[in-house]
């Protein structure tokens, strides 16, 4: 039997198929919830966005699960402006990695969770940014030890402002996470990153998507079910021999 991904829900949310919707509410919700929890969202904003799907689901083409997710990120509401240029030419030293790291402090990760995000101990993450909080006071003209996390909303916008002609697949960070990229392909993609602050907030994005989906468990059953009425779907009755089996009546 062939395996249900989320390339099929996609198409069958699509077509208002209640499959699709079913595998949402089981599959998404739950990695939805962590990121909006992450971002101090109550119940009432990812109802909000769940309800919407019904309307918006058409502008998506299928793609991965963690990709999907990354897709329905809730964006901070702004704050104070800061240069990126400035900033970005402060941190030039550190290596893509590095970046990283520093980088999920705009998002608002202490270092316990930057660290398991991109997979390095807290030591060498506290190191990394220790160093580059050095960096910053020496390139900048006014620093404080919370300055990325207090202006983490300007300068992700300006990094995405600053999309490159040609940006790195979203299959190319999941097989960097996931271990399936050589060291040749993984060469030019650390190119990429190394030139360019957009592609390092995409990564962090991608990264804070595969955290959202693996350090969440699926919906079971009637779990789903309150997602699914915000969708408008019910789910079907089993049928005879499916009731006979579950030892339903």
């Not at 829900?9 to 990121?35: H, K, T, Y």
């Not at 990120?73 to 970005?88: F, M």
């Not at 983490?152 to 040609?166: F, Y």
């Not at 989906?213 to 408008?232: K, N, Q, S």
Request: charged share 25%.
């Amino acid at each position: 039997m062939a395996v249900y991904t989320s390339f099929d829900m996609i198409s069958d949310c699509r077509a208002n198929r209640a499959q699709g919707w079913i595998f949402l509410a089981e599959r998404a919700v739950p990695p939805l919830r962590w990121l909006y929890a992450r971002y101090g969202l109550d119940g009432s904003a990812l109802e909000s966005l769940l309800h919407s799907l019904k309307q918006r689901i058409a502008d998506f083409a299928p793609m991965k699960l963690r990709e999907f997710i990354a897709a329905l990120r809730p964006e901070p509401a702004p704050g104070p402006e800061l240069d990126l240029e400035p900033v970005a030419a402060a941190l030039e030293p550190l290596t893509v990695l590095e970046r990283q790291l520093v980088w999920l402090d705009t998002m608002g990760y202490d270092l316990s969770d930057a660290a398991r995000l991109t997979r390095m101990s807290a030591e060498t993450a506290g190191s990394i940014r220790e160093r580059a909080h050095e960096l910053l006071r020496a390139g900048l003209d006014s620093w404080n030890r919370t300055l990325l996390r207090d202006h983490g909303a300007s300068l992700g916008a300006q990094a995405r402002a600053a999309k490159p002609a040609e940006t790195v697949r979203f299959a190319d960070y999941l097989d960097i996470i996931d271990g399936r990229m050589t060291w040749q392909n993984r060469a030019g993609v650390d190119l990429k990153l190394a030139a360019s602050w957009y592609e390092i907030d995409q990564f962090c994005r991608v990264r804070e998507a595969d955290a959202a989906v693996t350090e969440t468990r699926p919906f079971e059953g009637a779990e789903a079910d309150p997602y699914l009425a915000l969708f408008g779907v019910a789910r079907p009755k089993p049928g005879l021999l499916s009731r006979v089996l579950s030892g339903r009546k």
